[in-house]
């Protein structure tokens, strides 16, 4: 049976913005791993394995559901030893809850100032209506006004992104002269914004910039393949 790799998707099936489901398709590519994909929009996550998980990513793996992106990839870590690990031993897999933590609490909460309202306009109607009620209750105002002074914010954002533009000054990547799993975690939210949102998050002459580039190139290009919001 094929493993199967629900995602979140907007109103075109193509456009797989989830930086969670991000991270787990560059971990299958990663690990070498043939997979299926399934585009899923918000109102239908409800859908998969009758109720199985109230968020995308979810792997279908031979009639194994697993849900949460790094349940994921130490459960293809520990299925798959005898190819390309992840996290290079126990230490780069404690090294990459560290990064986890700090994307999801650095990265990901100033991207999400600004590109929210980008993100509301690539949905399906329906998924607009539940995108734009759960977010705004939670946000306490507009998702245009959230995102209204995105370009004030763009230099903080970027400063914040200093600790691994300094790291990238004496490596490739994350990993070391190669990625690991810890790498897709930052690489995640980064496509997210780009397929998202025409915004520019990243100044052309950054190193993150051509960190973000190379991992763009992994793979056949399998991330580039996936166009950048216009």
Same mark, same amino acid.
């Given at each position: 049976?094929?493993?199967?790799?629900?995602?979140?998707?907007?109103?075109?099936?193509?456009?797989?913005? $989830?930086?969670?489901?991000?991270?787990?398709?560059?971990?299958l590519?990663?690990?070498?791993?043939?997979?299926?994909?399934?585009?899923?929009?918000?109102?239908?996550? $409800?859908?998969?394995?009758?109720?199985?998980?109230?968020?995308?990513?979810?792997?279908?793996?031979?009639?194994?559901?697993i849900?949460?992106?790094? !349940?994921?990839?130490?459960h293809?870590?520990?299925?798959?030893?005898?190819?390309?690990?992840?996290?290079?031993?126990?230490?780069?897999?404690?090294?990459?809850? #560290?990064?986890?933590?700090?994307?999801?609490?650095?990265?990901?909460?100033?991207?999400?100032?600004?590109?929210v309202?980008d993100?509301?306009?690539?949905?399906?109607?329906?998924?607009?209506?539940? #995108?734009?009620? $759960?977010?705004?209750?939670?946000?306490?105002?507009?998702?245009?006004?959230?995102?209204?002074?995105?370009?004030?914010?763009?230099?903080?954002?970027?400063?914040?992104?200093?600790?691994?533009?300094?790291m990238?000054?004496?490596?490739?990547?994350?990993?070391?002269?190669?990625?690991?799993?810890? !790498?897709?975690?930052?690489?995640?939210?980064?496509?997210?914004?780009?397929?998202?949102?025409? #915004?520019?998050?990243?100044?052309?002459?950054?190193?993150?910039?051509?960190? #973000?580039?190379?991992?763009?190139?992994?793979?056949?290009?399998?991330?580039?393949?996936?166009?950048?919001?216009?």
């Amino acid at each position: 049976m094929a493993i199967l790799l629900y995602e979140l998707c907007g109103r075109d099936p193509e456009r797989i913005f $989830s930086p969670h489901c991000w991270k787990v398709r560059m971990a299958l590519a990663h690990k070498g791993l043939e997979f299926e994909t399934r585009p899923t929009p918000f109102t239908k996550i $409800s859908e998969i394995g009758n109720g199985f998980s109230k968020t995308v990513p979810v792997l279908d793996d031979d009639g194994e559901l697993i849900r949460e992106s790094f !349940d994921i990839a130490l459960h293809l870590e520990r299925k798959h030893p005898d190819r390309p690990s992840l996290f290079g031993g126990p230490g780069g897999e404690a090294m990459a809850h #560290f990064i986890e933590r700090w994307s999801f609490f650095t990265v990901h909460p100033q991207l999400m100032r600004c590109i929210v309202a980008d993100i509301h306009s690539i949905l399906g109607d329906e998924d607009q209506t539940y #995108f734009r009620t $759960s977010r705004e209750e939670r946000l306490g105002k507009t998702l245009e006004a959230f995102q209204a002074d995105r370009q004030d914010r763009v230099d903080a954002f970027r400063e914040s992104l200093k600790p691994l533009r300094e790291m990238l000054a004496i490596q490739p990547f994350i990993g070391g002269e190669g990625p690991l799993f810890a !790498d897709y975690i930052v690489f995640g939210p980064l496509q997210w914004a780009r397929v998202a949102s025409p #915004f520019k998050a990243l100044a052309d002459d950054d190193p993150v910039a051509d960190w #973000f580039g190379r991992c763009l190139a992994l793979y056949g290009g399998m991330a580039a393949k996936t166009k950048a919001a216009a």
